[in-house]
């Protein structure tokens, strides 16, 4: 079992942003490799105490981890957001990561004040995240599949190419802040800034703005996004495809597109973690003296042994035929409830085989006499 982020880090829920910073930096120093080396616990838990900062540091990342938990940030048992990227190149990438690189890079970062990632100019800049849902179904989840999500997104005007100016002309340094984008004024012993009323603080001005966007540098438009669901998603799974977001401003990236993975549910299947549950009916004869039964699954059937002797309500496990697990080779396992059919009637000569084996059983007294109508009263009822 993953351990939950905030014990990890031992904070509560509504730590502050600083907390969690001060918290991490307490834990990343103590078990930090270079002061533990060799020690392969130090080192586990100096992954698990970045992989939980990455996820907490991160808004986005926090709010899924909150709403969701592991499920959100791990899909059924990979981590899509650690560990590089599980998918190869098939359009999926994942940020922040325990790889050891990162790791360093993380406190460095930290160290000097602030993490890059985050911070500069360019981060304002870059275009919002979307998100999208989509409902896969338990075919999907097994097998992976293709699906095309439709959504409004913001794409650089091609109008301009981004500038908002008509014709792709630059925008101009603001004459009245000379770029700054604020305005000093003096009252009194006071000076204080002010943002410029000509360019609205963007230090920037459009003379002629392009008629298309005008003057924003990016549309609004319905787009067609393929997006691949790998196999073993789960509900909630959450899936990042980089760079499919809102178009950034001024030559920034784009976002990301956040797809959120929902479940159909299917009549006769249950899926719990990556194990695939299932219900299957046999007789009385077969469970008494064992049977090989075609148990039918997401996809065909599997063929299961039925011991001799199987009373209603076993639980027989198969292993390796339920959900690919999410970023590995392996799978989860099939569970099949068995039940027991009584049958809801018979006819004379089943009535009377029945009522032989019952005497064989001591049920019925070895000189009784078989009379249609009527022997179940007598014996069983
Ligand atoms: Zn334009
Ligand atoms: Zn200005």
Redesign the pocket.
Known sequence: MKRDYYEVLGITKSAADSEIKSAYRKLALKYHPDKNPGNKEAEEKFKEINEAYDILSDKQKKQQYDTFGHDAVNGAGGNPFSGGNPFGGGGFQYSGGVDINDIFENLGDMFSGGSRRRSGRQETNRGADLRADVEVSYNDAMNGAEFTVEIPKKETCGSCRGTGGKDGSKPKQ????????Q?RRSSGFFSFAQT????????Q?IDNPCPQCRGAGAIKKRNSIKVRIPAGVNEGTTLRVSGSGDAGSNGAPAGDLFVVVHLKPMANFQREGDNLHTKISITFAQASMGTEYDVPIINGSVKVKIAAGTSAGTTLRVREQGFPRLGRRDKGDLYVNIDVKIPKSMNDAQKKALFEYAKTMGEIPKDAQYQSDGFFKKFFG
């Open positions: 603001c004459p009245q802040c000379h770029g700054s984008g305005i410029c009323s000509r360019c609205g603080g963007s230090g001005i």
